[in-house]
């Protein structure tokens, strides 16, 4: 979720697809140009089980998470 730096209401960042086996993520880290990030993404299948990399400036339907 996001939420703008003024306050307001929480808008969804991207979310689990369980078509792709992804269950959730978490902890993100960001990085140093404010837009990008590291996240977790817990899965029962080994090979999606990992981190991967986001950009808070794609609509969470055109996120498209890259693994690390």
Do not use: W
């Not at 808008?11 to 902890?27: C, G, T």
């Not at 029962?44 to 055109?62: C, F, H, Q, S, W």
């Amino acid at each position: 979720m996001r939420v703008p730096d003024t306050g307001g209401t929480p808008s969804l960042v991207m979310e689990p697809d369980p078509d792709k086996r992804e269950s959730n993520f978490i902890l993100p880290v960001f990085l140093p140009d404010d837009s990008h990030f590291l996240f977790y993404c817990g899965s029962n299948d080994p090979e999606v089980e990992r981190i991967y990399i986001g950009n808070l400036d794609a609509e969470p339907k055109e996120q498209i998470h890259k693994k690390i």
